[in-house]
């Protein structure tokens, strides 16, 4: 069973959101992190830094006013 954990970045700008993600994935706790961001930069932000860091981008869904971004831990290409 895949365990999940929800950061609530809303209100915050860049850089926080994606420290805030780091630190989620860092924590090692949760196997699926879940994003919700208001910065216009995440959109762009999110997809590049998972790549980079070799994390999946499950999805990314626009949503009252944010983005909701599902990231899996380590499972990138």
């Known amino acids: 069973?895949?365990?999940?954990?929800?950061?609530?970045?809303?209100?915050?700008?860049?850089?926080?959101?994606?420290?805030?993600?780091?630190?989620?994935?860092?924590?090692?706790?949760?196997?699926?992190?879940?994003?919700?961001?208001?910065?216009?930069?995440a959109r762009v932000d999110v997809p590049v830094w998972c790549r980079l860091k070799h994390h999946q981008l499950v999805e990314a869904v626009a949503e009252e006013g944010a983005w909701r971004f599902t990231v899996r831990h380590g499972a990138g290409g």
């Not at 970045?9 to 994935?25: D, F, K, S, W, Y």
Request: proline share 7%; net charge negative.
């Open 1 to 41: 069973m895949e365990v999940s954990t929800t950061v609530d970045a809303r209100g915050t700008r860049c850089p926080r959101p994606i420290i805030e993600l780091a630190q989620a994935i860092d924590d090692g706790t949760a196997d699926l992190i879940v994003l919700l961001a208001d910065d216009p930069n």
